[in-house]
């Protein structure tokens, strides 16, 4: 199997947790590797936004001597956005249902960025 078959994989099990609309995996500067969307939308747009956006947060946190964040996540009427590091290469982003409860979604995304982490 490929890695990107192997990233495609790590994509489909989290999508079996239900309630996830869109995943993908890029690397840390926005450039997308894999992507699952179930969802109208531009999957390159979709991570390179994303990537942005955990940067920002690292370089906020690591400014003001707090460490790196573990994750963003991005509240909206219409959904949830959590945008977490799969290692000092690749990050894993996801967008979920706005009923969606976070504490499985959190554990198995955390889950799926240790597999991404190993691959990459």
Known sequence: MSTS????K????LGKIGEIEASAIATRDGLLMNADMHVKGDPET??????????????ATSELNKGIPNRVI??????KL?????GPKALVVVLTAPE???????????KAA???KKLI
């Open 10 to 13: 790590v994509l489909s099990d």
């Open 82 to 86: 959590v945008c977490m590091g799969a």
């Open 100 to 110: 969606a409860g976070l504490g499985l979604i959190l554990v198995e995304l955390t």
């Open 46 to 59: 979709f991570v390179a936004m994303s990537a942005t956006m955990l940067g920002a947060a690292e370089t």
């Open 5 to 8: 078959e192997m990233l495609g």
């Open 114 to 116: 240790e597999k991404i």
């Open 74 to 79: 991005v509240e909206t009427d219409d959904g």
